[in-house]
């Protein structure tokens, strides 16, 4: 009986994870730039003593969906959006370049170019981007950002940087718990300047909210079953137990 507990309990442990990611994907469907998150589990034969029908839920490396959504004119200057499948690259909260779709960029108190959760700009450099004092900022297609200095007249232009935007292999990157794209062993990626971006536009999260919440509905019916499993093996040892003490 126990056995039977172990590979219901396997099961309803993946159903519980599933349910999170399906979860915390459907929570961010209007999230600007969000990727969606897949979550993978097979089952794996249990060998050994006892019948070879067992099978355990295994959880495989957890997989994201990176094809791009729906971009949203906004107007707004500082809004960008790349085209295809680049990322922008950013200063991860732990201070490695991490890679983001999320185009909502603003400037800060210090002047610096910044996502909308406040993470850096990278620029063309290495090093994060810095805007002087400007009566206009604009983002050029091929991220080039120009500025119209305080005071100067409209016909005086200054290029200030390049916004860094890289291609990335899909075999080698994964999203960490900070919502952004990593590469393996954090090695900064090369510029690739043949990459587009669209100012004054942003890319919505490409989560399918009916297929999430056909999902949840559909792992919540397996977890019920996992335990109606192990109530049921429950009874059964205790079925067992009672024969075995009238002997």
């Known amino acids: ?142 991220g080039t950002i120009t500025i119209r200095p305080a005071g100067e007249s409209a016909a005086e232009l200054a290029v200030v940087d390049r916004i860094k935007m890289v291609n990335l292999d899909q075999q080698s990157i994964y999203k960490g718990l900070d919502g952004l794209m990593h590469v393996d062993a954090n090695a900064a990626q090369p510029a690739d300047l043949n990459l587009k971006m669209r100012s004054g536009y942003l890319e919505s999260s490409n989560v399918n909210a009916v297929n999430e919440l056909t999902s949840i509905i559909s792992l919540s019916r397996q977890f019920e079953m996992n335990i109606k499993m192990m109530k049921t093996a429950e009874e059964n040892s205790s079925a067992a137990t009672q024969i075995l003490s009238l002997s």
């Open 1 to 142: 009986m126990d056995k039977v507990i172990f590979v219901a309990m396997s099961g309803a442990r993946e159903n519980m994870l599933a349910q999170q990611t399906h979860a915390n994907n459907l929570a961010n469907v209007s999230t600007t730039g969000f990727k969606t998150d897949l979550a993978q589990a097979r089952a794996m034969q249990v060998f050994g003593e006892g019948l070879p029908s067992r099978v355990y839920a295994m959880t495989e490396r957890p997989a994201t969906d990176t094809t791009t959504g729906t971009f949203i004119q906004t107007g707004r200057t500082l809004d960008v959006a790349v085209d295809g499948g680049g990322w922008l690259a950013v200063i991860a909260p732990d201070g490695n370049e991490a890679y983001t779709r999320s185009g909502e960029l603003q400037l800060n108190a210090a002047n610096q170019l910044v996502t909308g959760s406040g993470l850096p700009v990278m620029g063309n450099g290495g090093i994060p981007i810095a805007v002087p004092e400007a009566e206009q900022v604009e983002i050029g297609s091929d």
